[in-house]
């Protein structure tokens, strides 16, 4: 069953900032919100993650609401280049035992328009 | 590029044949996951290995198997091949089962007819 709620696709003008929005209601609270992307015919590739802690790097800002039940994902100035399939992923941090490895879903498709 | 590489690129296999898949991870990372991504669809986990052990496994048949070396390379093995089974074949590695980044490579298109 799917752990997190995402739009299928979305558009952003270049130059704005792209917000992606995910809900993960039933998130528990040892799970970690991930993001990954893929651009065509790539491997996925991390953009960031968080706990509960809005989080910020060189690629993107991830906000986590107070209830943790949904997040944003923020690209601050969208590039052509960010055209992907974003994927929101909850998972907790590895406790010992088998690994489950990611569960993606079918992400957002954003793209971004010139 | 995240360093992991893939080989072959594309791949073209008949029903009932055997595939194997190779991945070469980023240096220093002793962990190495599989994914199976179908058209249109998210990547699946296969199973992932850690020091040459397989450490956890998804909702695959016992025909998909691999193998890590010490070099922490790796095989993904595919028996019997089923026209399901085309997809595109990601690994991904990282350094320990801690870690909160994978590194995917660029995948192997399998197509089977």
């Known amino acids: 069953d799917a752990k997190t709620t995402q739009p299928t696709s979305m558009d952003c003008a270049e130059g704005r900032a792209a917000n992606l929005p995910c809900n993960h209601s039933t998130i528990s609270g040892n799970e970690y919100v991930y993001w990954y992307r893929q651009i065509h015919s790539q491997g996925p590739q991390y953009i960031i993650h968080g706990l509960k802690n809005n989080e910020t790097n060189e690629m993107a800002s991830l906000i986590i609401t107070e209830d943790r039940k949904s997040s944003t994902l923020i690209l601050p100035h969208a590039t052509l280049r960010d055209t992907a399939v974003y994927y929101c992923?909850?998972?907790?941090?590895?406790?010992?035992?088998?690994?489950?490895?990611?569960?993606f879903g079918k992400g957002t498709h954003l793209i971004i328009q010139p | 590029e995240t360093g992991v590489t893939q080989s072959p690129t594309h791949l073209i296999k008949t029903r009932g044949q055997q595939v194997t898949l190779r991945c070469s991870s980023q240096s220093g990372h002793n962990t190495v996951s599989w994914y199976q991504q179908a058209l249109g669809q998210g990547p699946q986990f296969i199973f992932q290995y850690y020091r040459e052990e397989e450490n956890g496994r998804g909702n695959f048949p016992p025909r998909f198997s691999g193998l890590q070396f010490p070099n922490y390379s790796s095989e993904l093995n595919v028996n019997a091949l089923e026209l399901d089974d085309s997809a595109l074949y990601l690994c991904?590695?990282?350094?320990?089962?801690?870690?909160?980044?994978?590194?995917f490579g660029p995948g192997t298109r399998l197509t089977v007819t």
């Open positions: 992923i909850v998972r907790v941090a590895y406790s010992g035992g088998g690994a489950d490895g990611l569960t």
């Open positions: 991904a590695s990282s350094l320990g089962l801690a870690s909160y980044e994978q590194y």
